[in-house]
């Protein structure tokens, strides 16, 4: 159980496209959804937490009107990269997380590369 | 706020030798800690977790963990690695469903 997807694996876009990621938690409700960005060979940096039905809450330092979040249903949160440069191509990862389950589960992650 | 130190950012170990990983975490109030693995171009991957109970901890792979409130740590250890458990580790610490706070993570590169 406790599994998430994460959909593309990988992709490549020209500068100045928008690219959406979608995550899904496949056999369980996530009331709370987290978006992460990881850098080669570094940690992962949290950039925004969403809840269903509700705006999403962004780190500090991440903009928001680059890196729009939507989490429409207990299943599923898009990122959606505006106007891609090649400064954001990194790994995002997703996790989920119900209230009651002290646990996050992570999706297999998006590699983005921005030419 | 809750931060997590990991001590050691690359264990060379052979294989068949046992490994530590050390974890050392910082909070005003009860946390749960994690421990997980991530190997190479994927996602993380729950080793364990303590979230309250007994402090030592097994999780999947053989591995375990003990949770020292007075130090503070929560120290991952595997008694026989095998070339499989090249990867990087990563410890979290969280208040219920909440920011996950990761370590810089520790490189364990596994030499026959």
């Known amino acids: 159980g406790a599994v998430v997807s994460q959909h593309p694996s990988r992709v490549i876009c020209k500068s100045g496209t928008s690219v959406k990621i979608e995550c899904r938690s496949l056999?369980?409700?996530?009331?709370?959804m987290f978006w992460y960005r990881q850098f080669p060979k570094q940690s992962l940096m949290l950039m925004a937490t969403s809840n269903e039905g509700s705006k999403a809450t962004y780190e500090q330092g991440v903009e928001k009107d680059k890196f729009l979040i939507n989490h429409a249903s207990l299943t599923l949160s898009t990122l959606t990269v505006t106007s891609a440069h090649p400064e954001d191509s990194s790994f995002y990862i997703c996790?989920?997380?119900?209230?009651?389950?002290?646990?996050?589960?992570f999706g297999p992650g998006t590699r983005l590369l921005v030419l | 706020a809750q931060s997590v130190t990991q001590l050691d950012s690359q264990v060379p170990v052979f294989e068949e030798a046992p490994v530590e990983l050390r974890c050392n975490y910082s909070?005003?109030?009860?946390?749960?800690l994690f421990w997980y693995v991530q190997y190479p171009n994927q996602g993380l991957q729950l080793l364990l977790k303590?979230?309250?109970?007994?402090?030592l901890v097994k999780g999947i792979n053989g591995f375990e963990a003990e949770f020292n409130k007075s130090q503070t740590s929560f120290h991952l250890r595997k008694p026989s690695v095998h070339i499989s458990d090249t990867a990087e580790y990563f410890c979290a610490v969280s208040v219920r469903v909440s920011k996950l706070s990761f370590g810089a993570g520790t490189t364990v590169t596994v030499r026959a």
């Open positions: 996790s989920a997380g119900t209230s009651g389950l002290e646990t996050q589960y």
């Open positions: 909070s005003s109030v009860s946390v749960y």
């Open positions: 056999d369980f409700q996530a009331t709370t």
């Open positions: 303590y979230l309250s109970g007994s402090t």
